[in-house]
């Protein structure tokens, strides 16, 4: 395993992302966009990540080695998966990390009005645009390029794959997950733990635990009682 110092004596507060993947590292490169925040390392469950890193990146320990840190080390979270998401939902919630410790991430090339509301630990991508009166939820994630317009609200541990379009007034229960180029129209609802297909134009509302696809998306299944374990 290696070790990392993660003090705050070297330049920036660290900053350790959860989970080890390619979205760690974009993660990673906007952690060292923000003033005053750098990136520290990851954590994974992975013994060959632990022993070898991630494509140069140290990987300090198991998700639970966040408790030897330093006090001033920050968390971001990269575990989402289209399939598992609440499963990923209960893997960071069971690590009790308390909510000062999550880092709200913003990409410098990223914009969010002043008048939005991001939940503690979320991250925003490079290129999004989050437009007034929106709220996310703690942990969502909102990938590159993402745009999610006026008045639409995300529940907790939400993920908007790279390139999703958001109308106005939309709502989106929490540990749903967004594929990528999906496009969801003005004043529609999406339950909790719903999954939209990537390239999906969503025009009618969603159910709790509903899969959707297609243009326009319609419903595919339900999640099983093990998707969401």
């Given amino acids: 395993m290696k070790h ?12 350790v992302v959860l989970c080890a993947a390619g979205t760690g590292i974009q993660m990673a490169q906007s952690v060292s966009t923000v003033p005053g ?10 013994p060959e990540k632990q022993k070898d890193g991630y494509h ?25 998966s289209p399939k598992k998401n609440p499963s990923c939902f209960q ?20 914009i969010v009005s002043s008048m939005a509301v991001l939940g503690t630990g979320c991250y925003v991508g490079p290129g999004a645009v989050i437009e007034p009166l929106v709220r996310l939820g703690k942990n969502c994630a909102v990938y ?35 594929g990528a180029n999906s496009t969801i129209r003005e004043y529609t609802k999406i339950g909790s733990r719903a999954i939209i297909g990537m390239g ?16 326009p998306a319609r419903p595919m299944r339900e999640r099983s009682t093990s998707d969401n374990i």
Avoid: M
Wanted: aromatic share 8%; glycine share 8%.
């Fill in 37 to 46: 925040l750098r990136f520290a390392g990851f954590l994974d469950d992975e």
């Fill in 4 to 15: 990392l110092d993660t003090s705050s004596s070297k330049t920036g507060t660290p900053v």
């Fill in 200 to 215: 999906s134009v969503v025009i009618q509302n969603v159910q709790n635990g509903q899969i959707v696809a297609g243009n």
């Fill in 56 to 80: 140069t990146h140290p990987v300090l320990g198991t998700l639970s080695f966040w408790r030897e840190l330093s006090q001033k080390t920050l968390f971001i979270s990269s575990l989402y």
């Fill in 144 to 178: 590159g390029n993402v745009y999610i317009a006026h008045h639409s609200e995300l529940g907790e541990y939400v993920l908007c794959a790279n390139s999703v379009s958001i109308a106005g007034c939309v709502s989106i229960g929490s540990v749903s997950y967004i």
């Fill in 91 to 110: 893997v960071i919630r069971s690590l009790e990390i308390p909510e000062s410790r999550w880092a709200t991430i913003v990409d410098a090339d990223a």
